[in-house]
């Protein structure tokens, strides 16, 4: 079997912890070429699994580089002015970047690939992100009930690939903090709040582990997306307020379950807007 032409980078996290804006930072690199959630989509609808054989996955990764898929592309929303428009890039991208917040369990089959793709893992504050997805007109449904649901978000659940709520937080975050130190070497842990308050120094060693280096687009995107605001639920163009909006408006008891279950150092850790230990 010969190995890939091209590295691969696969970003994951739960819904709304910042994985979109994530994913535009690597498409504003020049040797990147993106895809959105191929698994997902039309085109490569469970293409692959957990079972299949390295073979399969290679293929896989083959066919969604060469996609011109729209939305693969996510051409819709960058023409809504959702996601920027992309420019100067390489003729033959280096590296495949692949976004999903979905199929989480192919992820350990994915590592050990022969390929060693990189895994980044992108962790927001869990009230921030519970409450983002509660206030989300287009995500949280408008007959739930967010006292009922915000644990285990299986109102938003429709099969074994979906991932909503704070149960899934934890689930997600012990998986990812157990296999960053199962391979050092391919898992990243992004800080979400540290990323959208000191970026460019958060940036830079996400995308050094990832084989990258920033250029001139990646700090204008950067600057622009955290200047401007824009009210769209699925705009990479968010101000800092990001950080600290949910705060006095999150339900309270909601607030106190959460921290109340981060009791563990390494999980804690995520409470604390500032970063400041």
């Given at each position: ?99 999903d ?11 050990e ?12 504050n ?10 989300s ?20 659940k ?62 204008q ?25 949910w ?24 409470l ?6």
């Amino acid at each position: 079997m010969e190995s890939l032409p091209f590295n691969v980078v696969w970003l994951c996290g739960l819904p709304r912890s910042g994985t979109s804006w994530v994913s535009q930072i690597f498409d504003s690199v020049s040797t990147t070429t993106f895809r959105m959630a191929p698994l997902f989509s039309y085109a490569f609808k469970n293409a692959v699994n957990e079972d299949s054989s390295n073979e399969e996955w290679q293929d896989f990764f083959v066919n969604v580089y060469n996609s011109k898929d729209a939305f693969l592309l996510q051409e819709e929303r960058r023409k809504k002015g959702d996601f920027p428009l992309t420019k100067d890039k390489a003729r033959i991208p280096e590296h495949l970047v692949i976004k999903d917040v979905r199929y989480h369990e192919v992820l350990e089959k994915v590592l050990e690939l022969p390929s060693k793709p990189k895994v980044v893992y992108i962790v927001r504050n869990p009230c921030a992100a519970i409450y983002s997805w509660l206030k989300s007109a287009k995500e949280f449904p408008k007959d739930a009930d967010p006292l009922e649901e915000w644990y285990t978000g299986d109102c938003r659940k429709i099969n074994r690939h979906e991932y909503w709520g704070f149960k899934d937080w934890l689930l997600l975050t012990k998986k990812y903090l157990r296999l960053s130190e199962q391979y050092p070497d391919q898992v990243y842990i992004a800080h979400y709040d540290k990323m959208v308050l000191n970026p460019l120094e958060e940036v830079s060693k996400l995308l050094k582990f990832s084989n990258l280096e920033m250029d001139e687009n990646t700090k204008q995107f950067l600057l622009s997306s955290n200047q401007k605001n824009d009210t769209s639920d699925y705009s990479v163009f968010k101000d800092k307020s990001v950080v600290t909006k949910w705060k006095g408006k999150l339900h309270p008891k909601i607030e106190e379950e959460i921290k109340a279950s981060l009791s563990e150092p390494s999980l804690a850790v995520f409470l604390d807007e500032n970063f400041q230990n």
